[in-house]
């Protein structure tokens, strides 16, 4: 791992009584994309927010390359850009005046601004929509004029909050592409979503939030590997499957969830790929025929469910 | 980014937003008009007030009231539009810009009080035809403290709407303070006749809406500068020069140490 880039320490956010974000630690590196995955309301957005210091902590602190968000948020706003969740623009404004401010805001020349738009709103194909009202675009297109802020800005901090809702499967892949790219030049990317697809596929690591705290932190395989037996291998297989066979496999898989019916054993396991040909060769030495071997690991979903005890799109509140 | 630099973009957000209010602007103007040119009249005939030095014209005092009561509305307008942009996440936005606080508090203040003024310019313009001014520097010094007083309301304005963080309060809010301040002002009233009402008398002399109104009168129709103003020129200048320093330091105040972002939170 290398350099902390954002320490959050003892972090508490409350809005009257409600409790958003509650006790939250989390240090996320100099140069990896991370993903903070949660249902609406279980206090993303309200942690971001704070990184970028709209909101300032109820109690504990942000610290982003050493400075921290309540003393020094000058300077933390020099390392922090965000795309927000909702585009962030009045009706009558059009998307090329948007970004040109933006742009002129985030510090270049007018020149090097006009340039810069430009090439991003082709590259996000807005250019032909640039006169145009934000109230007469789709919410998709509205979703990519408040991505292309980061885009040009280029911060060393860039926080996406779920920056391909609303979005085409083509627009999706096009963005997470652009977040990857931005993490290769150097940027530090913090993205909180919903849709485990996008987590699993964008992030290094993930941290899975759920009512205001931190449930679990890891890479996607180590999140999947901390749920016992949470890889299913399944035999198709011909001949008789008998209890010492059952009990042989039992002993090599290290499981106690098998199950054999019609043909079929199904095995839960921890790390099943490791385990799938001493299992083959358990069947072949009592003459079961393996037809077929296929293996699935737990998704996203299954981790959310086992840390949480909730599924996550059935888990959504009021957004926090 | 270089503090100017951020502060001219700042202050170009509002006034980029000029063009968007014409049909309010239209109405208010018309508005204005019928005031100046039917109820000023009208109203005119029926008063008559005596100042120290003899009978005042009621209406070239009416029609500079008219002016400020218009250009404070303008002002205390910003409010409901910051308001506006909190709901829209834009102050959320503006606050996670990489700029100083103090710039962005500056800036909007300014921008506000731009905008606002030249809002109003129309019916300044009428204002200075009717009264007649003609000299450039009179007619500079009105668009001065115009701006100047315009900003110092904006900064309030700005500063109440970020704190309430709600338009139906800030309504509450701005009905009550637009009724009192205009009206325990100069506004209409001259000082000379509030004198006997102790209470009304001294609220009208601490409001800064009597010291810019009868700055204005001062320096557009200066036989007013004969005993009927709350203070001289001096003070007055002084006082709205305080009024808009202080209002602009307690945005800076808010939005450094306290204001942040979400609407109804």
């Known amino acids: 791992m290398g350099k902390v880039a954002v320490r959050i320490r003892n972090l508490?956010?409350?809005?009257?009584?409600?409790?958003?974000?509650?006790?939250?630690?989390?240090?996320?590196?100099?140069?990896?994309?991370?993903?903070?995955?949660?249902?609406?309301?279980?206090?993303?957005?309200?942690?971001?927010?704070?990184?970028?210091?709209v909101y300032k902590p109820s109690e504990g602190d942000v610290e982003v390359y050493g400075y921290s968000v309540v003393r020094d948020g000058d300077k933390v706003r020099k390392?922090?850009?965000?795309?927000?969740?909702?585009?962030?623009?009045?009706?009558?404004?059009?998307?090329?005046?948007?970004?040109?401010?933006?742009?002129?805001?985030?510090?270049?020349?007018?020149?090097?601004?006009?340039?810069?738009?430009?090439?991003?709103?082709?590259?996000?194909?807005?250019?032909?929509?640039?006169?145009?009202?934000?109230?007469?675009?789709?919410?998709?297109?509205?979703?990519?004029?408040?991505?292309?802020?980061?885009?040009?800005?280029?911060?060393?901090?860039?926080i996406f909050d779920e920056p391909t809702a609303q979005l085409d499967v083509t627009s999706k892949h096009f963005i997470w592409n652009r977040i990857r790219a931005m993490r290769d030049e150097g940027s530090t990317i913090i993205v909180a979503t919903n849709d485990m697809f996008e987590a699993e596929r964008l992030s290094d690591r993930i941290g899975i939030m759920y009512k205001g705290s931190l449930k679990a932190l890891g890479t996607p395989a180590e999140l999947k590997?901390?749920?016992?037996?949470?890889?299913?291998?399944?035999?198709?297989?011909?001949?008789?499957?008998?209890?010492?066979?059952?009990?042989?496999?039992?002993?090599?898989?290290?499981?106690?969830?098998?199950?054999?019916?019609?043909?079929?054993?199904?095995?839960?396991?921890?790390?099943?790929?490791?385990?799938?040909?001493?299992?083959?060769?358990?069947?072949?030495?009592?003459?079961?025929?393996?037809?077929?071997?296929s293996m699935r690991e737990p998704s996203l979903d299954d981790v959310f469910f086992y840390f949480t005890g909730a599924r996550l799109r059935e888990s959504g509140d009021e957004g926090f | 980014m270089k503090g100017f630099r951020a502060l001219a973009l700042i202050i170009l957000w509002d006034v980029r937003k000029l063009g968007r209010y014409k049909f309010f602007l239209a109405m208010?103007?018309?508005?204005?008009?019928?005031?100046?040119?039917?109820?000023?009249l009208i109203v005119a005939h029926m008063v008559s007030i005596r100042g120290p030095y003899g009978l005042l014209d009621y209406y070239k005092f009416y029609v500079v009231g008219a002016y400020m009561a218009v250009l404070?509305?303008?002002?205390?307008?910003?409010?409901?539009?910051?308001?506006?942009?909190?709901?829209?996440?834009?102050?959320?936005?503006?606050?996670?810009?990489?700029?100083?606080?103090?710039?962005?508090?500056?800036?909007?203040?300014?921008?506000?009080?731009?905008?606002?003024?030249?809002?109003?310019?129309?019916?300044?313009?009428?204002?200075?035809?009717?009264?007649?001014?003609?000299?450039?520097?009179?007619?500079?010094?009105?668009?001065?403290?115009?701006?100047?007083?315009?900003?110092?309301?904006?900064?309030?304005?700005?500063?109440?709407?970020?704190?309430?963080?709600?338009?139906d309060k800030l309504d509450i809010l701005m009905g009550i303070s637009d009724s009192l301040l205009v009206r325990l002002s100069t506004i209409f009233y001259p000082i000379v006749v509030l004198t006997p009402i102790t209470i009304y008398y001294y609220l009208a002399t601490i409001n800064p809406v009597s010291h810019a109104t009868d700055l204005l009168r001062i320096v557009s129709i200066p036989e007013y500068a004969?005993?009927?103003?709350?203070?001289?020129?001096?003070?007055?200048?002084?006082?709205?020069?305080?009024?808009?320093?202080?209002?602009?330091?307690?945005?800076?105040?808010?939005?450094?140490?306290?204001?942040?972002?979400?609407?109804?939170?």
């Not at chain 2, 009927?228 to 200048?237: R, Y």
């Open chain 1, 12 to 53: 508490v956010k409350r809005f009257g009584n409600v409790i958003a974000v509650n006790r939250l630690n989390l240090d996320i590196y100099e140069g990896e994309v991370f993903g903070l995955l949660g249902p609406n309301g279980s206090g993303k957005s309200t942690t971001l927010l704070t990184i970028a210091t």
């Open chain 2, 72 to 167: 404070f509305s303008i002002s205390i307008m910003r409010g409901h539009e910051i308001v506006e942009e909190l709901e829209d996440g834009l102050i959320d936005y503006q606050l996670s810009l990489p700029i100083e606080r103090r710039v962005l508090a500056i800036g909007r203040t300014l921008g506000g009080g731009i905008s606002s003024f030249t809002y109003s310019m129309p019916m300044l313009a009428v204002i200075i035809m009717v009264l007649g001014v003609s000299s450039l520097t009179s007619i500079l010094l009105l668009a001065l403290v115009s701006f100047v007083f315009s900003s110092g309301l904006v900064g309030i304005a700005m500063s109440v709407a970020l704190w309430l963080r709600s338009g």
């Open chain 1, 79 to 158: 390392l922090v850009g965000i795309a927000f969740q909702e585009p962030k623009a009045l009706w009558v404004d059009n998307p090329y005046e948007i970004l040109l401010w933006h742009a002129m805001i985030v510090g270049y020349s007018l020149g090097d601004a006009r340039r810069v738009v430009r090439e991003v709103m082709e590259e996000l194909d807005l250019w032909e929509h640039r006169g145009k009202f934000i109230a007469e675009l789709s919410g998709g297109t509205r979703k990519k004029v408040e991505v292309a802020k980061l885009l040009i800005q280029k911060p060393r901090i860039a």
């Open chain 2, 28 to 40: 208010r103007f018309t508005w204005f008009l019928l005031q100046v040119l039917v109820f000023g």
């Open chain 1, 225 to 293: 590997d901390r749920i016992p037996k949470g890889d299913v291998i399944e035999f198709k297989v011909e001949g008789t499957i008998s209890n010492e066979v059952i009990t042989m496999l039992s002993e090599v898989l290290e499981s106690d969830r098998i199950s054999a019916s019609n043909g079929l054993i199904k095995v839960h396991v921890n790390r099943g790929e490791e385990k799938i040909a001493t299992a083959i060769d358990v069947l072949v030495k009592h003459n079961i025929k393996v037809k077929s071997v």
């Open chain 2, 226 to 265: 004969l005993g009927v103003t709350v203070s001289d020129s001096t003070i007055m200048a002084s006082y709205i020069l305080g009024f808009t320093i202080t209002s602009i330091l307690a945005a800076i105040t808010l939005l450094e140490r306290r204001i942040e972002g979400g609407y109804g939170r």
